[in-house]
């Protein structure tokens, strides 16, 4: 089971990471001013997650493969890390859509 890992950042911001059952990060947040604002995130992320039309997947500049998952309202919650191909990126999309919906809170 995958679980989100939540802490603080050098800035002092709220952020979580998902990590799947093998301790891999695969969605990684933005930083929020508070827990309450941090943790309606995570929601989001639950809820969000299982629609495939919610994964924006895109190239850096370097050509890694990576994705973002955004809310109904566009707003991106969640970045995955960059792959080194894209069957990579979408077996990750595949993970978050797994993991997301029943993972713990636990903090780092």
Known sequence: MGKFEVYKNKSEEYRFRLKASNGQNILASE??????SRDNGIESVRKNSQAEKRYTKGVSTSGKPY???TATNGQVIG???MYESESARDNGIQSVMKNAPD???VDS
Do not use: D, H, R
Not at 31 to 36: H, L, P, S
């Open 31 to 36: 930083g929020y001013k508070t827990k309450a």
């Open 67 to 69: 994705f973002n998952l």
């Open 103 to 105: 993972a713990e809170v």
């Open 79 to 81: 970045k995955s890390e």
